[in-house]
């Protein structure tokens, strides 16, 4: 029912060599009815959406071959990434380092029968006082920070996702993360990339095992166990085995505290003023910045630490790290800052793709489907990048926006392909006296499957 706007299909058509040709115009299908789903978004109703009408449920379905598509179809999550990656590189960071940032996010489900269902930390119900949990998928997601052109904002284009399995023993954040970072360096395998994470990927299962180019960027506990990169000086003859490490420093909580006593500018725990580009706008921060190693994560590897503090309300102390010892605090504090975007994209695939209202179970389905939408949402994110926001149509919705929102939100993006997907139904049906009395057909069966 639904046609894909001219700009669209070169993007889509990028895709066609991750699937077989029957399984590709049945992606293009359920694309677009995801797209254009109005409600709720079970399979169901998303595959009525590109029918264009409401399927009676006392009556055979025509729709076996769209759930055979996550359940049976077999293209890979894998595959799928490296064309929207490919896509994503050659048409907003051709050149240059590459930035991936991974985080894990929570899709509530329900029913004992739900493939690797289990009871995860929620983020997002926790406050700092009570922890919840709650039952579901647990997803662990890599994206691709891209720089919006014209500003100084970050959108983050999912690339990769894994399903982590619950329960003792079973891999881990950091452990699906390297899986993925493999993959990627795999695709890009003369570009060196910065990794950014959460303090969950500040362990020895990915950064010991870290490829060359990779350089990371993460959270650091506030009680590591740190210690000066130089071994201490022994005199000779003293009994007992060498030192392997360096001397103990401060836990990165009491270099705080040191910080706001140091008085002298020798001083070697002393705060120093910077300001940066952070969460949407500069921002200034107080910064402690030094070299250590922190055995128990990467061995006797150097990295640089830097504690900091905001000045601004709102933003508390953290203290980060980074194993390329060059950086400046600076750049350290900026691209930390650069993680809010995927957190962004997982509110605009909860709130606006829906991804948690799909009601299946199987194994097959469960590990296809999400990741698809994550990644179909990098597909109409990099369209609105490249083209879309260039169109009239665009211009228009532009005018419309009110003070508290932003042409770079998912929805306005959404929104703005709608529209063109929309007039151009009309435009190709309204020819004849014949073709009007279908367009509207079509419309009213399009609003009926709101209710």
């Not at 995860?120 to 994206?143: E, M």
């Not at 870290?210 to 003293?238: F, K, N, Q, W």
């Not at 194993?323 to 600076?330: F, K, R």
């Not at 009601?359 to 990048?385: G, N």
Request: proline share 6%; with cysteine; hydrophobic share 40%.
């Amino acid at each position: 029912m639904w046609p894909v706007v001219p700009s669209l299909e070169p993007i889509l058509q990028g895709l066609l060599g991750a699937f077989t040709q029957p399984s590709f115009g049945t992606h293009c299908q359920i694309f677009m009815g995801w797209l254009m789903c109005l409600g709720h978004r079970t399979e169901f109703r998303v595959f009525e959406a590109f029918v264009g009408k409401r399927i009676a449920r006392n009556v055979r379905h025509p729709f076996d071959r769209c759930y055979n598509f996550f359940s049976r179809s077999c293209w890979t999550v894998r595959e799928l990434g490296f064309h929207v990656a490919v896509q994503v590189v050659a048409a907003m960071n051709p050149v240059g380092e590459l930035l991936l940032i991974v985080d894990a996010t929570l899709l509530h489900k329900r029913g004992k029968h739900v493939w690797s269902i289990g009871w995860f930390h929620d983020p997002v119900a926790s406050t700092k006082k009570r922890k919840a949990t709650a039952s579901g998928n647990k997803w662990v997601v890599v994206g691709l920070g891209i720089p919006i052109p014209g500003t100084n904002k970050y959108f983050c284009l999912p690339i990769h996702a894994m399903l982590q399995p619950p329960g003792k023993g079973k891999q881990c954040e950091a452990d699906l993360a390297f899986l993925m970072l493999n993959d990627i360096c795999g695709w890009f395998p003369d570009r060196k990339i910065t990794l950014v994470g959460d303090g969950g990927y500040s362990a020895k299962n990915l950064l010991k095992r870290l490829d060359a180019r990779v350089r990371y960027v993460g959270l650091m506990r506030s009680d590591a166990a740190i210690h000066e990169v130089e071994l201490a000086p022994r005199p000779t003859g003293t009994p007992g085995p060498k030192p392997t490490r360096g001397p103990r420093l401060p836990a990165p909580r009491e270099i705080f505290k040191e910080a706001d006593r140091a008085q002298s500018s020798k001083s070697r725990w002393r705060w120093q003023k910077v300001e940066v580009q952070a969460y949407g706008q500069k921002r200034k921060f107080q910064v402690c910045a030094f070299r250590a190693v922190w055995p128990k994560v990467l061995g006797g590897r150097p990295i640089q630490v830097v504690v900091s503090r905001s000045l601004d309300e709102g933003f508390g102390d953290i203290c980060l790290f980074t194993t390329d010892l060059e950086a400046t605090p600076e750049w350290v504090v900026e691209t930390y800052a650069k993680r809010t975007s995927i957190e962004a994209m997982f509110k605009g695939s909860k709130q606006v793709m829906d991804i948690q209202r799909p009601r299946h179970f199987c194994q097959q389905s469960i590990e296809k489907l999400a990741p698809w939408v994550w990644m179909m949402q990098s597909v109409v994110a990099l369209w609105y990048l490249t083209e879309g926001h260039k169109l009239p149509e665009a211009a228009a919705a532009r005018e419309d926006l009110g003070p508290w929102e932003t042409e770079w939100s998912f929805q306005h993006m959404l929104r703005v392909l709608r529209r063109l997907t929309i007039l151009q139904t009309i435009n190709r049906m309204s020819r004849t006296k014949a073709d009007l009395q279908q367009l509207v057909e079509t419309l009213e069966n399009y609003l009926f499957l709101a209710a």
